[in-house]
């Protein structure tokens, strides 16, 4: 088995040896964001999980306009320039089946997710998470788990042919589930979640081991590494709704019947560090991480905004913030669907919602423009302290100790990597639980 894979098989190993470590996924597409991950796992001297969602990237390019390859590609570049060691990284798939196609008829969704999980595969993604969840355009609402396990079977039989024709063996492992939420949090206004039943997570486990004998994978059992289910934790755009272990309690105990099996946790994002142990605790030991991360990419990104409208002539600004509202106003369609209410309540969501749907626009060229005026502006003299205090106090701190430069780039990357810590500090174990 390939070495990155062996990461992932020995942590859940580990975990099950009651070690209380995990392991986070990050799910972002976007440069910075990516940097920020790769260089704290180079320093950390530590594994690197990275994850496309089919929604980013897919065999016509995704919102991102990348394949698998070009994302694989994308990614192992950044590695090499970062020095970051190949064999510590780990791609994953995330949301593999007819998730894009779903207005489309059954048959013809499924074709596509055919293509796409064979495109992954190919590409030399790793992990992969099969989700056969959502009716498409015919099917009953909502799926039996017969149905989501036959068509997760029928993938994972296409993954595994699809391996063993490009790499001589098959080393995928899977994640599996119909209790996902919506990837990039809730559309609606959230109060509390109903958490997986131990029942409906046991029926899960069991229509797949079926399916999967019916297409001769019973084999692969063991590399069916997490079970996607819901624990109790969301946000929606101004609220999250924080775990509260009491109520997972039995769904928690139900996995430790399994050997080779954890849990793996959507929408973890915005958790607080006693939070995100607890969850790997309680053996949600795979947390995904995704718009936490552009998040705090795009607060940073707004206080360096704030930063130069102090420093430089008004005529010379990057006006990052107008050019953003103005191309989220000419293109709607990545918001308008998610954001209601007045005017103003829109206006806000727009910029501040904990759904980002910012993160959407970062490639444009326009906003990239915008961007690349303001590291520009910022990066010839040194930003003033008290600057730095006012809008990024956590960064002030680091560039006071003198661990961090007050570079644009820097106060960036570090302000991500903030985030990366509170994940990094929950899947670390016994080691570090007094950190």
Same mark, same amino acid.
């Given at each position: 088995?390939?070495?990155?894979?062996?990461?992932?098989?020995?942590?859940?190993?580990?975990?099950?040896?009651?070690?209380?470590?995990?392991?986070?996924?990050?799910c972002?597409?976007? &440069? %910075?964001? $990516?940097?920020?991950? @790769?260089?704290?796992? #180079?320093?950390?001297?530590?594994?690197?999980?990275? /994850?496309? =969602?089919?929604?980013?990237?897919?065999?016509?390019?995704?919102?991102?306009?990348?394949?698998?390859?070009?994302?694989?590609?994308?990614?192992?570049?950044?590695?090499?320039?970062?020095?970051?060691?190949?064999?510590?990284?780990?791609?994953?798939?995330?949301?593999?089946?007819?998730?894009?196609?779903?207005?489309?008829?059954?048959?013809?969704?499924m074709?596509n997710?055919?293509a796409?999980?064979?495109?992954?595969?190919?590409?030399?993604?790793?992990?992969?998470h099969?989700?056969?969840?959502?009716?498409?355009?015919g099917? &009953? %609402?909502? $799926?039996?788990d017969? @149905?989501?396990a036959? #068509?997760?079977?029928?993938?994972?039989?296409?993954? /595994?042919? =699809?391996?063993?024709?490009?790499?001589g063996?098959?080393?995928?492992?899977?994640?599996?589930?119909?209790?996902v939420?919506?990837?990039?949090?809730?559309?609606?206004?959230?109060?509390?979640?109903?958490?997986?039943?131990?029942?409906?997570a046991?029926?899960?486990?069991?229509?797949?081991?079926?399916?999967?004998?019916?297409?001769?994978?019973?084999?692969?059992?063991p590399?069916?590494?997490?079970?996607?289910?819901?624990?109790?934790?969301?946000?929606?755009?101004?609220?999250?709704?924080?775990?509260?272990?009491?109520?997972?309690?039995?769904?928690?105990?139900?996995?430790?019947?399994?050997?080779?099996?954890?849990?793996?946790?959507?929408?973890?994002?915005?958790?607080?560090?006693?939070?995100?142990?607890?969850?790997?605790?309680?053996?949600?030991?795979?947390?995904?991480?995704?718009?936490?991360?552009?998040?705090?990419?795009r607060e940073?990104?707004?206080?360096?905004?704030?930063?130069?409208e102090?420093?430089?002539?008004?005529?010379?600004?990057?006006?990052?913030?107008?050019?953003?509202?103005?191309?989220?106003?000419?293109?709607?369609?990545?918001?308008?669907?998610?954001?209601?209410?007045?005017?103003?309540?829109?206006?806000?969501?727009?910029?501040?919602?904990?759904?980002?749907?910012?993160?959407?626009?970062?490639?444009?060229?326009?906003?990239?423009e915008?961007?690349?005026?303001?590291?520009?502006?910022?990066?010839?003299?040194?930003?003033?302290?008290?600057?730095?205090?006012?809008?990024?106090?956590?960064?002030?701190?680091?560039?006071?100790?003198?661990?961090?430069?007050?570079?644009?780039?820097?106060?960036?990357?570090?302000?991500?990597?903030?985030?990366?810590?509170?994940?990094?500090?929950?899947c670390?174990?016994?080691?570090?639980?007094?950190?």
């Open positions: 088995m390939e070495r990155k894979v062996k990461h992932l098989t020995d942590m859940v190993e580990h975990h099950k040896q009651g070690n209380g470590n995990g392991i986070y996924a990050v972002s597409a976007h &440069p %910075l964001v $990516l940097e920020a991950a @790769i260089r704290y796992a #180079r320093d950390q001297h530590a594994p690197l999980l990275i /994850e496309a =969602t089919s929604n980013q990237v897919d065999q016509f390019g995704g919102y991102t306009g990348m394949t698998p390859a070009d994302f694989r590609g994308f990614v192992c570049q950044l590695a090499d320039k970062l020095e970051f060691p190949q064999s510590q990284l780990i791609l994953g798939g995330d949301h593999l089946g007819p998730n894009r196609w779903q207005k489309l008829p059954a048959a013809e969704a074709e997710a055919d796409l999980i064979t495109s992954y595969v190919a590409a030399g993604f790793k992990k992969i099969l989700d056969c969840s959502m009716s498409c355009a099917d &009953p %609402l909502p $799926l039996t017969e @149905i989501v036959e #068509r997760a079977a029928r993938l994972a039989k296409i993954a /595994e042919d =699809t391996c063993r024709a490009h790499f063996e098959s080393d995928l492992v899977y994640v599996i589930g119909t209790e939420p919506v990837p990039g949090g809730a559309h609606e206004t959230l109060s509390e979640l109903a958490v997986t039943t131990p029942e409906a046991r029926a899960t486990l069991e229509a797949h081991r079926h399916a999967f004998e019916k297409q001769g994978l019973s084999a692969i059992w590399r069916i590494i997490a079970l996607v289910v819901q624990p109790g934790v969301e946000f929606d755009h101004t609220h999250v709704i924080d775990y509260q272990p009491q109520k997972a309690q039995a769904l928690s105990a139900m996995v430790e019947a399994f050997d080779t099996l954890v849990f793996e946790a959507h929408s973890t994002d915005y958790q607080t560090l006693q939070a995100l142990r607890q969850l790997v605790n309680d053996h949600f030991a795979i947390l995904k991480v995704g718009p936490a991360l552009t998040f705090a990419l940073a990104l707004f206080s360096l905004a704030a930063i130069e102090e420093l430089v002539p008004a005529k010379a600004c990057s006006g990052l913030r107008h050019v953003l509202e103005s191309v989220m106003l000419d293109r709607p369609e990545y918001w308008q669907s998610h954001y209601h209410g007045d005017s103003n309540t829109r206006r806000l969501a727009r910029g501040y919602s904990y759904s980002d749907r910012v993160r959407y626009y970062w490639p444009d060229s326009q906003i990239d915008a961007f690349e005026r303001l590291v520009h502006n910022l990066a010839d003299d040194p930003i003033p302290l008290p600057l730095i205090s006012q809008y990024l106090p956590l960064q002030y701190i680091k560039v006071r100790e003198g661990a961090l430069n007050a570079t644009p780039r820097e106060l960036i990357i570090h302000h991500i990597q903030d985030i990366l810590r509170q994940y990094h500090a929950a670390q174990g016994e080691t570090s639980q007094n950190a």
